[in-house]
Nanobody, 123 residues
Framework: QVEVVESGGGSVQAGGSLRLSCSASPDILVYYRTTWFRQAPGKEREGISSIRVGYNDYYADSVKGRFSISRDNAENKVYLQMSSLKAEDTATYYC?????????????????WGQGTQVTVSS
């Protein structure tokens, strides 16, 4: 059974930065595609960034140039560095991982999810 855990959420003022961390047990992140999603109240879950060894990284237009995804294989972690945060980035952020080919941003494609971490950006 795969367990996915996110950490690093919190409250920050607009223009600030946060770094989210995702880990999984067992150590599968080096083999799987790992994607960060977010969901704001009343909105659909949105894929915002994705990483997989040997493939390009992906970003949603809404975060391109402000967010950066990275991995530490030795630590079995995937990070999402979020900078220049805006009020509209406020959401619950989820890490999901799956042995996945094709489109990366459909939440229905992922079976392994973390519980989510709240990010609140005040203007």
């Amino acid at each position: 059974q795969v367990e996915v855990v996110e950490s690093g959420g919190g409250s920050v003022q607009a223009g600030g930065s946060l770094r989210l961390s995702c880990s999984a047990s067992p150590d599968i992140l080096v083999y799987y595609r790992t994607t960060w999603f977010r969901q704001a109240p009343g909105k659909e879950r949105e894929g915002i960034s994705s990483i997989r060894v040997g493939y390009n990284d992906y970003y949603a237009d809404s975060v391109k140039g402000r967010f950066s995804i990275s991995r530490d294989n030795a630590e079995n972690k995937v990070y999402l560095q979020m900078s220049s945060l805006k009020a509209e980035d406020t959401a619950t952020y989820y890490c999901a991982t799956e042995f996945l080919n094709g489109r990366w941003d459909g939440p229905e494609k992922y079976t392994h999810w973390g519980q989510g971490t709240q990010v609140t950006v005040s203007s």
